[in-house]
């Protein structure tokens, strides 16, 4: 079923709320895994982000195919173009953090996979397995950049994007949140 004016379909319901509960929460561990050296936590944050990436490209081809939703209530001008800004850092982000962790942990030689399965192998260090050996340290480099730049653009548009949820819900009273929660 494609999406109506007054209603979503339950596809896109259900591809709006899995990507924002995995991509919330990767945000949540990936800031405490970093800050706290929660190693362990790593192979779950990579394999994660691996369907992360997987689920947001079903996502697009989904909104390509299917079009944008149709805009709950009149706006202004300046609310329809900050709402195309934040929806288009909402879609880049889901793409850009999972495909720069990947970069960042496949080109320093840690490798990544998803649920044990290998998708690049880890490059341990010849003598010393305990260490590993960058396939490429400016693709690591540079993965390593892009994900933390694009990890805190997409938390400041997911806040923004939240925000605008309820501004539409309690100030407005339009039905932009109730679309998006089914009713």
């Not at 929460?25 to 970093?34: N, S």
């Not at 997987?54 to 209530?73: E, K, L, M, S, T």
């Not at 399965?117 to 390593?144: C, D, I, K, R």
Request: charged share 10%; net charge positive; hydrophobic share 55%.
């Amino acid at each position: 079923m494609m999406d109506q004016a007054n209603r979503l379909s339950k596809l896109t319901i259900s591809l709006h709320w899995i990507i924002a509960i995995l991509i919330v929460g990767l945000c949540a561990v990936g800031l405490y895994m970093t800050r706290a050296e929660a190693w362990a936590l790593y192979p779950l944050h990579k394999s994660l982000g691996v369907l992360v990436l997987i689920i947001a490209i079903v996502r697009i081809i989904w909104r390509i195919w299917n079009g944008w939703p149709a805009a709950a209530a009149n706006y202004t001008k300046l609310e329809q173009v900050t709402a195309k800004v934040i929806k288009w850092a909402l879609i880049l982000g889901t793409i850009a953090l999972p495909f720069s962790g990947m970069l960042f942990s496949g080109a320093s030689g840690h490798g990544f996979g998803i649920f044990g399965l290998v998708l690049v192998p880890a490059q341990h260090m010849p003598g010393n397995p305990a260490e590993v050996l960058a396939y490429s340290e400016f693709w690591a480099s540079t993965g390593e950049t892009m994900h933390h730049v694009s990890a805190y653009i997409l938390i400041a548009a997911i806040l923004l994007h939240m925000a605008g949820a309820l501004k539409h819900h309690i100030i407005d009273k339009d039905a932009t949140l109730k679309r998006m929660l089914g009713k």
